[in-house]
Structure formats: structure tokens, C-alpha cells
């Protein structure tokens, strides 16, 4: 079988996960009650607590849940809803995931890895639609690509189109090796992202038939590794549907756990997204979730690990994207611009070019948060150019004073968005949030923000405190 588990790390117990699966009974209110006035108070939950929250039935405990889930996410990070585009800059891959277009044998795509100026021209359009933050996404190959991604990372950073430009670049990129991590590290490397995909071995491997991504107890171990190497902070993330959704949670909430215990720093982020259907795969996702099961995961998370960000694509339908803000969501992936998958269906018969154009436009995203009347979106930065990264960041979350700083660098950087990129409507509904948002911030927050809304309005950009 590809990628034995025999070196999985101890922190993954599946006989321990099932133990506290095997439980049917629903618990009593006054125990979900206490369950989750634990996660009111930021700490992580253990397995038979999370066992306990999936068994509620009575509908009333489960708006319990949902709601408390959304309070949680409120005290940790605002009203704000994080935007990054992901930038898919190649789609060779050496290893075989049964539901990935990119995957080695899959003669229905066609292979790209853009140049330098390929890069730049997707990122311009990101930059026009008032992006700030990307996600730089690859296949995997055996050959090392380090060097391009991180040439990719500096002709991102370098990039400045008139009115704006890339703050942030995160990494999806798979496993690498301490010296490929040094190598990023001379650029201005953000988040690295290394999706388990499934906790569940028996599915893993069901899924990744081949390559390197079907190790996967090495895969368990990278971010780990990346830590080791001095990356500022690591995402998880889960391809729901691939395996028991319910396993997954809990090797996810234990995952975490032996970062935060281990390396102090935790999840950054944790990215929660179903399989899709992608061209030139058959594949069907054998625990497929139906859109209550997806909410109630992502609710579920944001109580089990209460300081992550949560972060979903808008390629789920709108309907539950919008929901799950409200639930715990903390952060969407949004407006990619090349990406080998999509404009299949528009091209029935043909190869799936690379890249296309974007098929999600920012304003529109913005404009349907705003239209929730609660919601920030947030373009924010501030925190790792500050050197906010890893274990500080994940003290500031907890201890509850990072929203102090958010506030109003959120506020600026979205006026920002809206002075700059937004359409007459969306800028019109923007500043109303604004302004109700403003009124909501403590005095001390209130003036800071007002002082830096001051500068982006006299035609200051990138100001944050
Ligand atoms: S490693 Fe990533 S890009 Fe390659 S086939 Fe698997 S999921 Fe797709």
C-alpha cells in the first residue's frame, strides 16, 4: 500500500477517536450548556466534548450550539471576515488525489505553470478588484519548485499596480523539507497550508492512490516540520466527504492540539471545504455532507478550536457561505483568477485551459456580507508585517486583545476597498457599516480608528496600527 502509516505520529489515536465516536446517546441541555460555556471561555474542547456536541437532536440545543458557536467567533475576531484570493500559478502535479484535476494522470487538463509575467498579470487582477492577500496554489512535484515559488512570492510582493498591491501570500504547496523551507523564508513567506485532507487511513489512501501526497503519515508530520523550520504559522484543512466526517473533526481538534501543545503556535487557520467535482475524475466522494452536516462541522470547529480561523471558499453555494459567517466562519477564499478546474462545463469536449479569467468578483462577495448588516470585510495585514506571527499571535487571540488592533485596521483598510475598488452601491453600504461599527468600538478603539480613517480618506494607503 503507497505511504504506510508506519511512523503515524502518536497525537493520532483512531482507536481512541472511535471510543469516543461509539457514543449514541444525545447529551442532557445542562451538559451542552457547560460544554459550551468552555468554549465561551476560548478553551479547546476534548473528543467525547465534541462527540457530545455532534450527538444533540433537540433543535433547541442545537441553535444553542450554532449561536454560541457565532459568539465565540465574535469574541475572538469581530465582526471580521478575512478575504484572500487564491492564485493557482501551476497545476502539474506528480501525485494522483482521486478528486483533483491537477492530478498526475489526468490527461483532461491542461498543464501550465505560469512565468513570472504570467504571475503578475493574474495578480494585477486580483490588485484591481482590491485584493490583498492571495493564496499561492501548486501541484506537487518531485523536483523541488521551491525556488519558483519563492520567486513567485517576490514578484507578488513587488508588484504594485497603480492603486494597490499583494500584502500577503500564503502557501498551499504540500510537504517540503526544512531546506526548501529556508529557501521560502528569505521571502516574506505567510501561513503555510498543508491540508490532511482526511484524518481517516483507510480513506486517505482510497484518495491518494499515488505520489508523494500518498504518504500519509508524512503527511501528518509536515506541518509539524514546517514549524521545525521556522515558518511563522501553519493552516490545516479538510476535504470533507473523503472520510467519516465526524472522524475527521476530531483527528482536526487533535491535530491542533499537538501543534498548540507541542509548538505553541496551533492552527492559524483551518480551511474546511467539500470535495467538488472536477474534470477528468470520476471520483464520488464516499461521505459526501449535505449542507446542514457542512454547517454543523463548521460550528462545531469554531467551538473545538476556538482561536483558529476558520476559513471557507465562496465555491460552496451562496446560501452557505453567507450561513456559515454566521457561524463561525472567520475568513472565505474568493475571486481566483487562474484556476485549471472551472471553465470545464463552458467547454465540454475540450481541455480545461489554464488559467482562466475570474469567476467570482470581489464587490460582489463584499456586497453580500454587507448585506448581512453585521459583517466586516477585512483586507487586513497588519499582523504578520508587524511580526505578529505563530505563538504571539495565537496569546493575543486568547488572552482576547488582538480585536483591539483589528478593529481599526480593519475599518481602514476597508474604506480603503471602498474608496478605491468598490462599486456606488457596495461603497454606499459599506460606509453605513462603517459607521455602526465605529459606534460600536470602545472609546480608545473608536479614536484610533477615526485617526487612521482620517489618512485613507486624505488618500493615505496601508495604514494600520
Ligand atoms: S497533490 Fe494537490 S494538486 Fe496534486 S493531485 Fe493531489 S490535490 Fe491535486
Not at 30 to 43: G, M, P, Q, T, Y
Not at 272 to 298: K, S, T
Request: proline share 6%.
Amino acid at each position: 500500500m503507497p505511504g504506510t502509516s508506519a511512523s503515524a505520529p502518536t497525537w493520532l489515536d483512531p482507536v481512541a477517536i472511535e471510543t469516543a465516536l461509539a457514543r449514541e446517546s444525545a447529551p442532557e441541555t445542562a451538559v451542552v450548556r457547560e460544554i459550551l460555556d468552555k468554549a465561551l471561555a476560548l478553551e479547546p474542547l476534548g473528543p467525547d466534548e465534541i462527540v457530545a456536541l455532534l450527538r444533540v437532536k433537540k433543535p433547541e440545543d442545537l441553535t444553542l450550539i450554532l449561536a454560541t458557536a457565532d459568539l465565540v467567533k465574535q469574541k475572538v475576531y469581530g465582526d471580521r471576515i478575512v478575504l484572500t484570493a487564491p492564485l493557482h500559478v501551476s497545476n502539474t502535479c506528480a501525485s494522483e488525489c482521486r478528486y483533483c484535476a491537477s492530478r498526475k494522470g489526468n490527461a483532461a487538463v491542461q498543464r501550465k505553470r505560469l512565468n513570472p509575467s504570467e504571475i503578475r498579470e493574474a495578480a494585477r487582477k486580483l490588485i484591481r478588484q482590491g485584493h490583498k492577500r492571495v493564496v499561492l496554489v501548486s501541484g506537487q512535484s518531485t523536483e523541488s519548485d521551491v525556488e519558483y515559488w519563492a520567486e513567485a512570492t517576490e514578484a507578488l510582493l513587488r508588484l504594485f499596480d497603480g492603486m494597490g498591491e499583494i500584502r500577503r501570500v500564503n502557501f498551499d504547496l504540500g510537504v517540503l523539507t526544512p531546506d526548501e523551507y529556508a529557501v521560502l523564508k528569505r521571502t516574506e513567506a505567510g501561513t503555510v497550508n498543508i491540508y490532511q485532507e482526511t484524518y481517516h487511513e483507510k480513506s486517505y489512501h482510497n484518495a491518494h492512490p499515488g505520489g508523494p501526497k500518498s504518504d500519509f503519515a508524512g503527511r501528518l508530520q509536515g506541518p509539524g516540520v514546517a514549524l521545525e523550520s521556522g515558518m511563522p504559522d501553519v493552516g490545516l484543512g479538510l476535504a470533507l466527504g473523503l472520510g467519516p466526517w465526524e472522524f475527521d473533526l476530531l483527528g482536526l481538534a487533535a491535530h491542533a492540539a499537538h501543534l498548540a501543545q507541542e509548538y505553541g503556535a496551533g492552527a492559524r487557520t483551518v480551511n474546511l471545504h467539500r470535495v467538488r467535482p472536477a474534470p477528468g475524475c470520476d471520483f464520488q466522494a464516499p461521505y459526501a455532507l449535505n449542507d446542514d452536516e457542512f454547517l454543523r462541522a463548521v460550528a462545531i470547529t469554531r467551538l473545538a478550536i476556538p482561536y483558529t480561523g476558520i476559513l471557507l471558499t465562496t465555491r460552496e453555494p451562496a446560501g452557505v457561505w453567507r450561513e456559515a459567517c454566521n457561524i463561525g466562519c472567520s475568513q472565505l477564499l474568493t475571486g481566483s483568477v487562474a484556476n485549471p478546474y472551472e471553465s470545464w462545463t463552458d467547454a465540454p469536449g475540450e481541455k480545461a485551459p489554464f488559467p482562466i479569467g475570474e469567476e467570482c468578483h470581489l464587490d460582489e462577495v463584499v456586497r453580500f456580507l454587507l448585506e448581512e448588516a453585521r459583517h466586516l470585510p477585512s483586507f487586513c495585514t497588519a499582523c504578520p508585517r508587524l511580526g505578529r506571527s505563530g505563538q504571539e499571535f495565537i496569546s493575543l487571540v486568547r488572552n482576547g486583545s488582538i480585536k483591539s488592533q483589528c478593529g481599526p485596521n480593519s475599518i481602514a483598510g476597508f474604506m480603503e476597498f471602498l474608496i478605491n475598488y468598490a462599486t456606488p452601491y457596495t461603497r454606499q453600504l459599506g460606509e453605513k457599516v462603517i459607521a455602526e461599527k465605529l459606534e460600536q468600538l470602545p472609546e480608545h478603539e473608536r479614536g484610533a480608528a477615526e485617526r487612521l480613517l482620517q489618512k485613507v480618506r486624505s488618500g493615505r494607503m496601508d495604514e494600520f496600527i
